[in-house]
Nanobody
């Protein structure tokens, strides 16, 4: 059973930075990719970024590209989301998710098999 635990959320002023972490349980099966999603109040959950296990290929939503950086530790037991130049529209609950399907669509939630409970990001 895979457990994903997010951490690193908090409150930050606009223009500030945060680093989110996603830790996976040690009995993680062969996860092929990990993604970060976020959900603001009253809005649908959306993909933010993803990274593949094999070659650390990264994907980003247009709204965060050049401001956010996703990275991972081998063997994919920890994934990070470095967020800079945070804006009010970046606020929300951030979720870590992991999937096995291959090929996959990085922003498609149904392609992810495991989800964390989320960590809150507030931007004022």
């Amino acid at each position: 059973h895979v457990q994903l635990v997010e951490s690193g959320g908090g409150s930050v002023q606009a223009g500030g930075s945060l680093r989110l972490s996603c830790a996976a349980s040690l009995d993680t099966p062969r996860i092929n990719y990990v993604g970060w999603f976020r959900q603001a109040p009253g809005k649908a959950r959306e993909g933010v970024a993803a990274i593949t296990r094999s070659n650390a290929y990264t994907y980003y939503a247009a709204s965060v590209k050049d401001r956010f950086t996703i990275s991972r530790e081998k063997p994919m037991t920890s994934v990070y989301l470095e967020m800079t130049e945070l804006q009010a529209e970046d606020a929300g609950m951030y979720y870590c998710a992991a999937g096995q399907k291959w090929p996959f669509t990085w922003s498609l939630q149904s392609d992810y098999d495991y989800w964390g409970r989320g960590t809150q990001v507030t931007v004022s």
